[in-house]
């Protein structure tokens, strides 16, 4: 195709040509077209500066054409038929030189033309470009949006999922709850009959110490009668002891004595029957 064809954007197939090199081809096209800018820029510059030099190139001969003007007149009465001719030369060689000038001139107009048709073909070119991605762009948001669709109905079956979810989990909640309440219930009526027969025990226990306080001290207090008792039975023993002790001496005496009568009363039985 054609610049002309290709740049003719109400063609359905220019626009498919552009849609699928923009989606392939659009940095490279890119780089080229700022490459084209590039040199667009250089030549315009590099043509400036030519106009500039043409312009100084013109001022000089306007000048040298004064100067020579005026020369001539300063010196009209002197001329001869050498300088004539030798005017006459130069003024050929400035033709000549002007028709190099002109035709330099026309070749940098053409060649300035020839850079305005490309800065021309370069704009067509970057407005396909621009459409081409005006076109991506709308496909891309097309497709943007198809997906940002197809997402929502994906998150709105989630949604519908955990609600229901959420539902049954609701419902699994407060059964777990009505039945924890009911077990509260329960362990509360349990704890009550607790309560009330740790009272109870602790009622009968204080009782029972009560009891086993007074058994303790009617049992001290009989151990401490035992105590005074057996204290009381040992010193008589004691005293029983010595009164025994002081019998069995008493008796040993009095043995003693009968023992020395008899011997006496036999020693004199003896002298009554012996004589």
Known sequence: MSIDQICDFSQQPVIAFWSQLGAGYGPVLRAELNQANQKYDDLLKEF??????????????????????????????????????????DQASKCEDLEKFKITNTQLQEQLRAEEQAKLYYKKH????SFANRQMYAENHKLRVQQISEEHEKLRAELNQYVLKHSKDRADIEALREKAQRDKDL????????NQKSELLKTQLNKTKHKAQQEKEALKSLVDDLKIQLSQEKNDKEKGQDQVRKLEQTLEKER???????????????GIVGG
């Open 48 to 89: 400036n500066k030519k106009e500039e030099n043409k312009d100084l190139k013109r001022e000089n001969n306007i000048l040298k054409c004064e100067n020579q003007d005026l020369r001539e007149d300063k010196n009209q009465t002197e001329n001869t038929e050498e300088e004539v001719v030798n005017r006459t030369v």
């Open 126 to 129: 970057l407005d396909a470009c």
């Open 187 to 194: 362990l509360s009526g349990e704890l009550r009959k607790a």
């Open 256 to 270: 003693h004595a009968f023992t020395e009568t008899i011997k006496r009363c036999f020693a004199a039985y003896q």
